[in-house]
């Protein structure tokens, strides 16, 4: 089993810049991937970023290249999406998530959610 934690959401006005923070605890080592996704009010989850654990290579949506970042420290099993330039469509509930066997965008293939973290952009 793996455990995740976010934390770092909250209230920010338009252009400000947010970075949250996802452990991970658990079977760590059976970690593959771990992504970052979203989801507003009314719209279905979507994935925004993801990093490969032991490669770091690196996945984002289009609508967030160049103003989002992922990266990991994989020492305390923990990733971070640094958020800029922040607009009111990027409000939504952000959740990190573990794939342990491929890395994608794709929410079907994570086996492991954290509970959310709620991220506010005010105009």
């Known amino acids: 089993q793996v455990q995740l934690v976010e934390s770092g959401g909250g209230s920010v006005q338009a252009g400000g810049s947010l970075r949250l923070s996802c452990e991970a605890s658990?079977?760590?080592?059976?970690?593959?991937?771990m992504g970052w996704f979203r989801q507003a009010p009314g719209k279905e989850r979507e994935g925004v970023a993801a990093?490969?654990?032991?490669?770091?290579?690196?996945y984002y949506a289009d609508s967030v290249k160049g103003q989002f970042t992922i990266s990991r420290d994989n020492a305390k099993n923990t990733v971070y999406l640094q958020m800029t330039s922040l607009k009111p469509e990027d409000t939504a509930i952000y959740y990190c998530?573990?794939?342990?066997?491929?890395?994608?965008?794709?929410?079907?293939?994570?086996?492991?959610w954290g509970q959310g973290t709620q991220v506010t952009v005010s105009s």
């Open positions: 998530a573990a794939d342990l066997r491929t890395c994608s965008l794709g929410r079907d293939n994570y086996a492991y």
């Open positions: 658990g079977y760590t080592y059976n970690i593959f991937c």
């Open positions: 990093i490969v654990r032991g490669g770091g290579n690196t």
